[in-house]
């Protein structure tokens, strides 16, 4: 009985599974075909370019990719500077993997992501993103409270705390200084909390703006109180500031507005503070605020000022940029659908002098202070040094610590990429030594490859320019040689240009345009002519303190006298701009 059950269980059993398998196709190996070429990868996080600025010394970023094979994915790895971060080798999805995650050891400096993605037959593809974390903003300039750069965020740099955003806002495709520019849009505006920005009875704000007449009328930066009476169209114009812009016959008209506490004072500049919207281009506009008196300048010049009673700061508890709202909206001042950049705010009231050197170091591309080092405060990078050129220390220096001490045979190089077009100045602090009583000072020139002596002596003037001195009867007489591509234009302003050994420290400065070069002593002219404007061909390296390599077949060879604050600008600087650098 025992054996004829479990012949009968296991023919039922073999029924059963004989059953499952009915109406299944058997399974197949599918050929996925030839490997068509290497995998695909794209960095979504960080973006090429992207800066973070913290207050942190060590932060952290997202880091978000996408790798995607025609066959099947076999490794991701994924490094940052050279050093491996993460990897990847099994996958749901044998073609496509995406991922973010969050790296926390980002230092300040350069940093260079890799991901890289092989498939099953070796093919790799490395994409690559590069992105730095910027040190924490230093304010620039006395009093300086507030500082925007609207460079891909809305954070305010010196406390590191971002505004907050209504609408949206957007970033501009241009900037005037930077990699990008606030972007009105309709009904969108930033608010910043004012503590710590107001309650004195001095206060200025400085910014450039490109305007854009649509909207015919706008707030641009408005500090004011609730106007509990008027939610909806608030005018409250006792306290605070309203700074606005109207329609002025096709132009667009800036007005400042200040609440006294007891009343209101106007400062319109009239067709003076008016701005051609059609003409594509970048204005700068300041405001000064004093116990006494309001200025408001536009491009650095005075377009309205006059006395009153001061201000008052009662209820004014946000700013508003880019627009009226919510503070001022009762004549219709609502969001402005112009740029704005480099928007600055501070404790005191600037001088005319302190505007233009904001709008001066708006182009301002190379610096050097020599507070011991060689170090170019723009690209962060270090000069190379010929010789062994040296430092005065603080008793030798105009201002900081340290100023450039010249030395037989020394000097200093640096690359020329990024400081070079139709308009160039240079502006630095000099007390010349006249031992040797000739000397190169700055230059930027092309090899004279073809001279008899090259490389030891070379004297090519029909590129770059030439910055000298050389004795005149006693005195060391300053001159400027500027190359035009097929020939040369000198610039000597014969005795106007001397300078008496031993005399102290003087500024030289010079500037170069497209018609004509200008030589600045003490922020007077003494060489002033019209050219053809400069050729840089082959212009790679700029010398400071000598003539040495590429302009030594006269002798201009190392300066041992010191200079200071080297400073250069992509424009020709007025001689108002180098006169407020004194």
Known sequence: MKYRFKYIFGLCLIMLFSACDEGIDPITEVDPG?????????????????????????????????????????LIVVTLDGQEI?????????????????????????HTLQVSATDLAGNTTIATTNFSKEPPYTPQFPGETFYMN???????????????????????????????????????????????????????????????????????????????????AQNNRTSGFRFFRENAAGNQRFKLNIGRGDGESWFDGGAAADVDPTVDEWVHFAFTISATEAVVYKNGEIVSQNTFAGIDWTGCDILSIMSGAPRFTGWGHNSDSSYMDELRLFNMALTQDDILELIAKSDETFRLSFNGSYTDAYSDEDCTEVGSPGFTGAGGAIEGSNAYEGATDSYLTFPTEGLLGNEFSAVFNYNV??????????????????????????????????????NAGGMQRIKLNVGNGTGDSWFDGGAAADIAPGSGWVQIAFTISDTECVVYIDG????????????????????????????TGWNHLS????????????????????????
């Open 34 to 74: 030839p490997d068509a070429g290497a995998p695909l990868v794209s960095i979504m996080k960080p973006t090429e370019g992207f800066e973070i600025q913290v207050a942190d010394p060590i932060t952290s970023t997202p880091i978000e990719f996408r790798a995607e094979d025609d066959i099947e994915l076999s």
């Open 86 to 110: 993460a990897s990847y080798n099994s996958f749901t999805d044998y073609r496509i993997f995406s991922t973010e995650f969050v790296y926390d050891n980002i230092t300040t400096g350069d």
């Open 150 to 232: 609207f460079d891909g965020s809305y954070s305010e740099l010196i406390t590191v705390t971002d505004a907050t955003e209504v609408g949206n806002p957007g970033f501009a495709p241009e900037a005037r200084v930077g990699t990008s520019a606030y972007a009105g849009a309709t009904d969108s505006y930033l608010t910043f909390p004012t503590d710590g920005l107001v309650g004195g009875t001095e206060f200025s704000a400085a910014f450039w703006i490109k305007v854009n007449a649509t909207p015919d009328r706008a707030g641009v930066l408005v500090v004011g109180p609730p106007d509990e009476a008027n939610p909806d």
């Open 433 to 470: 030594n006249a031992t040797p009583d000739r000397a190169g000072i700055l230059v930027i020139g092309p090899p004279d490859s073809e001279n008899a002596n090259f490389p030891e002596t070379q004297n090519l003037r029909t590129n770059g320019f030439r910055l000298f001195r050389e």
């Open 524 to 551: 007077q002219v003494v060489s002033q002519n019209t050219f053809t404007g400069v050729d840089w061909s082959e212009c790679d390296i700029m010398s400071i303190m000598s003539g040495a390599p590429r302009f």
């Open 559 to 582: 300066d041992e006298s010191a200079m200071d604050n080297l400073r250069i600008f992509k424009k020709a600087l007025s001689q108002a701009e180098i006169q407020a650098m004194e």
